[in-house]
């Protein structure tokens, strides 16, 4: 039986309600479609989607019913590492997530049933049997960001102008790429994401903007990124003053603070190619990140700041480090002054 409205609130509570209109339920449901669709980004809901249909298929092939169980569940993943076009195991995690992501709607108990011991277990296994160590990319050093420097540094190019204060400031802020630019495929580009150039702010000292959101920042709270100097062989601030200038005496009007000559915003693939132009091969986007992580622990920064630096919300970061902590201890302790 229904709970009285004053079994739940003592009557002497006294709340004023501002006004709000009723709702139809066709508006409500509409509504609520909304907010669900903007539970996840993009690029990720494309990747449950392909899971979804992977296991769809799964089950057709085996003649098992698409509502999971702990025992299909572990023989998809069993499935998935095992068979031609095997895909890791860890991979696997990720597409159970997917799957429960997508049939939670019409099978509400598939999260008890992926926590269930023999699914875990399983993972367990594949882990250990299949198993690979992951592939990192090379950190960048501070040698070699140097030598960009000295290469573009004064260079009248926009291109090179802006790809160079795109590297600086991706070293300095330990930035992932995809937060300096937009990625490849146009459906996964948001204006939501570009650093706006209103936010930015510079001085002898420091170049700052506004971060509007990050992989940490699902919620676009944003962070306020301040670069300074951190290297004595780099100075970071002539070089984005020289693009911030040249910048605004072209497109004086444009919200975006990074733009290509062409006055878009630059991809990936646009940065990844100037890379392996100026640089070696084996560096990626990811190498900003990684070496900026790497040169500060090696200059012994404090673990805590460089996670917060970062934007890690977890000690995730510390699988970014690229020197061996024996190389890091020795390094850290020759930058101690001696008594």
């Known amino acids: ?6 079994a739940l609130v003592p009557p002497s509570h006294k709340s004023r309600q501002p006004h709000r209109s009723t709702w139809p339920l066709d508006r409500l449901r509409h509504e609520h479609a909304i907010a669900l669709g903007f539970a996840l980004e993009t690029r990720t809901q494309h990747v449950y989607n392909s899971s979804t249909i992977s296991w769809l298929s799964f089950c057709k092939r085996h003649g098992f019913s698409n509502e999971p169980t ?33 049939l939670e709607p019409f099978y509400p108990s598939v999260r008890t049933i ?32 140097t030598d960009f420097v ?7 190019d926009y291109d090179d ?18 937060e300096l630019c937009w990625p490849n495929e146009t459906q996964y580009q948001s204006y939501r994401r570009l650093i706006p150039r209103h936010s930015t702010s510079i001085d002898a000292k420091a170049f700052s903007y506004l971060l509007p959101a990050h992989k940490a920042d699902p919620g676009f709270q944003g962070s306020h990124i301040r670069i300074v100097q951190q290297w004595d062989a780099i100075d970071p601030i002539p070089t984005l003053r020289t693009y911030l200038s040249t910048r605004d005496s072209r497109f004086a009007g444009f919200l975006e603070l990074w733009l290509t000559s062409g006055g ?18 084996d560096l ?20 805590a700041y460089i996670q917060k630096l970062g934007r ?14 024996t190389v890091l201890l020795a390094l850290i302790d020759d930058s101690r002054p001696r008594a």
């Open 150 to 156: 000295t290469i573009l540094g004064s260079s009248t």
């Open 312 to 325: 890690w919300s977890s000690d995730a970061w510390q699988g970014y480090v690229r020197a061996h902590p």
């Open 264 to 281: 878009i915003t630059p991809t990936k693939s646009w940065f990844i190619t100037r890379l392996h132009r100026y640089g070696a091969a």
């Open 161 to 178: 102008q802006l790809f160079l204060a795109i590297l600086v400031a991706g070293f300095h802020a330990l930035h992932r790429l995809g």
């Open 284 to 303: 990626s986007g990811h190498s900003l990140r990684s070496g900026g992580a790497t040169a500060l622990a090696l200059s012994g920064v404090p673990d």
């Open 1 to 6: 039986m229904p709970a009285d409205d004053s």
């Open 114 to 145: 992926r926590n269930d011991r023999l699914v875990s277990k399983t993972l367990a296994g594949l882990k250990r049997r299949f198993g690979t160590a992951p592939r990192q990319k090379r950190a960048m050093t501070v040698q070699e960001m």
């Open 70 to 102: 702990a025992d299909t569940l572990s023989f998809y993943a069993v499935w998935m590492c095992g068979a031609e076009n095997p895909v890791k195991p860890s991979t696997v995690v990720g597409y159970l997530s997917g799957i429960c992501s997508n």
